[in-house]
């Protein structure tokens, strides 16, 4: 049975009369950049997330790029991150001018190691006397990226204290993770909403996801929200007045239309995801495989959280990735390697001088790692059919 990564159909067909109506809606009015829809979407999201701002942007990249620019960070500061992420979060970070500083992850949950950032901070970094960090370079650490891989909450609590003490920005890349939640010591909190800013991808394949490029920020500070609803039109304010150089990150009424009708209905689609990986999970078990495989840790599933994890992706790891992921590819199951080489080995990152066994968790990651299909419409026949054939590859008896 052939079963794809990702099929959108079923999610489309569903909605396609709201959608045409809202699209035929737009085209009528021919009002398409950052008129009432998108309002309606900025409103809807700030509600949804619980904070008081929320900024729509025409990509998750364009969304870290204009906070980065908002905040002025750019040439001799320094931004720590993961690399075991999108290309977007180190490429946006080097597109301001400033540097991207790689720490590496957690290898049960693969977001950023909370204890790899506080070593790298107190080890590898200096304080100046003005209170500032610098790196080994001398560049000025202005902010921690953490990035919500795959849907679940990087641990927010101890990276939250490593960056008060020392007085950096948080800007939360949760472009994988809308709606994630995690159990903070001061209750649950959600992705983005953690830090002084959040950034979200509505890529079509997103678990909330538009019909072409959108994205979106949220913060609570309002001259932080005012700077960046100026960053995404140049820099302008009032018209043909640049206070500072922004770009073009609007979002327009098309995308925004259609996450309106979409945002209804993410949770129950999160709460889809969640059954296909428990029949994963149980599956996996019955048959024995879960000796051969790693299967996505849930960490905040016990503190009763709904959206403990909301399944952006679901990532197994075994050390023999690649012949099982060419024997699924022979039975028509689709796969994919999310990411085969962490953002420190980049071509493109060579200048930043890091070598093989830097990031060694980030490494094996890249090594092991692979996304099985996941999507609400997904049926319990195709969940069977990938179970079988990763059976067959580990030589399992059908039971
Ligand atoms: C972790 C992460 N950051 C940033 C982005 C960039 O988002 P977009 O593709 O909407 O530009 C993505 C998109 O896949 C992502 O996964």
Known sequence: MRVPLLDLSGQYRALAEPLRAE???ILATQEFIL??????????IAAYCGVPHAIGVSSGTDALLAILMALGVGPGDAVVTTAYTFFATGGCIARVGATPLFVDMDPVTYNI???????????????????SIADIAGRTVRAIMPVHLFGLCCDMDPIMAITQHYRLQVIEDAAQAIGAEYPGANGTAQAGTIGGCGCFSFYPSKNLGAAGDAGLLICRDDALAEGLRICRQHGMEPRYFHHFIGGNFRLDEIQAAVLNVKLPHLDGWSAARRRVADVYREEFSRRGLDDHLELPAEPYRAAGLTNHHI???????TPRRDALREHLTRREIGTAIYYPVGLHQQQCFDYLGYNEGDLPETERAARETLALPIYPELT???????????????????V
């Open 23 to 25: 699209i035929d809606e």
């Open 35 to 44: 008129g009432p829809k998108v309002r309606a979407f900025e409103a809807a």
């Open 113 to 131: 190691s909370p204890r790899a950032l506080e070593e790298y901070l107190a080890n590898k970094c200096q304080q100046r006397q003005d209170g």
């Open 311 to 317: 399944y952006h992706q679901y990532v197994i790891r």
């Open 380 to 398: 319990r026949e195709q969940q069977a059919a990938v179970v079988d054939a990763i059976a067959e590859f580990f030589d399992r008896p059908a």
